[in-house]
T-cell receptor, first 119, second 114 residues
């Protein structure tokens, strides 16, 4: 069964420094998608970045990059130049299933990592 | 206007009463999902829908039912609320099960069962 593991319940980072949030996954599918979401204290879920299993390059979106290591089944989120507004909970998620009719589009989430940025 | 609206935003109910949460989307998305969020568990899938009247169970479906009579509305019903169903409930939607742009999430419903 598919599973996402985030082993860091909480992390601190100094403002303007980079931080890596860990995510490992388990799946037997060859085709899958990996997502990162941010949830600030207000509660909404904000999409940050996506990585497809067949994408050869690591995804980047502004200050966010995804360090995708397929053989190790890891999809770590790197936030560069941390800002106070980055303080939030971060979720790694995987879309299960291969392409085609058996794919229901369901997302499986990790437990989340709470990031606090210190001034 | 928000892509997904959840109602109510907050609700307190008594054990044993039925409760219905509503998710309304204006994106014309085919796929819709109900999740619950609990500390230490992240978001867990309750039920999902892949079209009007087409629904299926997720990993934590016991005690919940859903209905989807229109593309835009996805209802989650707690048949007889229990304290273990105290949680924050999120609705999500996507137009494509292979969407690479992230799913649209509602703002969540905080449900307390006393």
């Amino acid at each position: 069964a598919q599973k996402i593991t985030q082993t860091q319940p909480g992390m601190f980072v100094q403002e303007k420094e980079a931080v890596t949030l860990d995510c490992t996954y388990d799946t037997s599918d060859q085709s899958y998608g990996l997502f990162w979401y941010k949830q600030p204290s207000s509660g909404e879920m904000i999409f940050l970045i996506y990585q497809g299993s067949y994408d050869e390059q690591n995804a980047t979106e502004g200050r966010y990059s995804l360090n995708f290591q397929k053989a190790r089944k890891s999809a770590n989120l790197v936030i560069s130049a941390s800002q106070l507004g980055d303080s939030a909970m971060y979720f790694c998620a995987m879309r299960e299933g291969p392409r085609g009719s058996s794919n229901t589009g369901k997302l499986i989430f990790g437990q989340g990592t709470t990031l606090q940025v210190k001034p | 206007d928000a892509g997904i609206t959840q109602s109510p935003r907050h609700k307190v109910t008594e054990t044993g009463t039925p409760v219905t949460l509503r998710c309304h989307q204006t994106e014309n998305h085919r796929y819709m999902y109900w999740y619950r969020q609990d500390p230490g568990h992240g978001l867990r899938l309750i039920h999902y829908s892949y079209g009007v009247k087409d629904t299926d169970k997720g990993e934590v479906s016991d005690g919940y039912s859903v209905s989807r009579s229109k593309t835009e509305d996805f209802l989650l019903t707690l048949e007889s609320a229990t304290s273990s169903q105290t949680s924050v409930y999120f609705c999500a939607s996507t137009s494509s099960r292979e969407d690479e742009g992230g799913y649209t999430f509602g703002s969540g419903t905080r449900l307390t069962v006393v």
